[in-house]
């Protein structure tokens, strides 16, 4: 049996972040994703659809480090359903995303045109035949959430 939930999307907001007493962080996000499609009138119509996501431990530290509004990102994960008690006593339930990775696929918010600002490196020790490839077989290996390449996206 599978459970698993792949998302290309853009963030809705930062994310919320917060310490539970136990010492295990928790980050919630919010990703829209775009669909299109002719409706019965032969007019496209798009349909927005918003997913709530977690993230818990590290990737929990690192999406509150990295992400934010705007943002798109690939995401994987596994749905999860809990339920709970309402201040009214009503039992409530929600389906959301529980998060083993994601990656950053656009940094630029939605809202801005603008390139980010280049900075400039020293390259008096990088080797001359250094091609900047990611020597970690395409897998993203820094926590950083720093882009190496996109040949390691399944799409």
Same mark, same amino acid.
């Given at each position: 049996?599978v459970? @698993?939930?792949?998302?290309i %999307?853009?963030l809705?907001?930062?994310p919320? &972040?917060?310490m539970? +007493?136990? #010492?295990?962080a $928790?980050?919630?996000?919010?990703i829209?994703?775009?669909?299109?499609?002719?409706?019965? !009138?032969?007019?496209?119509?798009?349909?927005?659809?918003?997913?709530?996501?977690?993230?818990?431990?590290?990737l929990?530290?690192?999406?509150?480090?990295?992400?934010?509004k #705007?943002?798109?990102?690939? $995401?994987e #994960?596994?749905?999860?359903?809990r339920?709970w008690?309402?201040?009214d #006593?009503?039992?409530? @339930?929600?389906?959301?995303?529980?998060?083993?990775?994601?990656?950053v696929?656009?940094?630029?918010?939605?809202?801005?045109?603008?390139?980010?600002?280049?900075?400039?490196?020293?390259t !008096?020790?990088?080797p001359?035949? &250094?091609? %900047? !490839? +990611? !020597?970690t077989?395409?897998? +993203?290996?820094?926590?950083?959430?720093?882009?190496?390449?996109?040949?390691?996206l399944? &799409?």
């Amino acid at each position: 049996m599978v459970n @698993r939930v792949i998302l290309i %999307g853009n963030l809705g907001k930062d994310p919320e &972040f917060k310490m539970l +007493d136990n #010492g295990s962080a $928790l980050a919630r996000i919010s990703i829209a994703t775009n669909e299109s499609y002719k409706d019965k !009138s032969g007019e496209w119509q798009d349909l927005t659809e918003w997913h709530d996501i977690v993230t818990w431990r590290n990737l929990a530290e690192r999406a509150q480090a990295t992400l934010k509004k #705007g943002m798109t990102i690939y $995401l994987e #994960g596994k749905l999860s359903t809990r339920s709970w008690q309402d201040q009214d #006593g009503n039992t409530r @339930r929600t389906t959301e995303v529980v998060a083993n990775y994601f990656r950053v696929i656009d940094r630029k918010p939605a809202a801005e045109n603008t390139q980010p600002p280049i900075q400039k490196t020293n390259t !008096s020790n990088i080797p001359e035949d &250094f091609d %900047g !490839s +990611d !020597s970690t077989g395409g897998m +993203d290996s820094n926590v950083s959430g720093t882009p190496t390449a996109d040949d390691d996206l399944p &799409f």
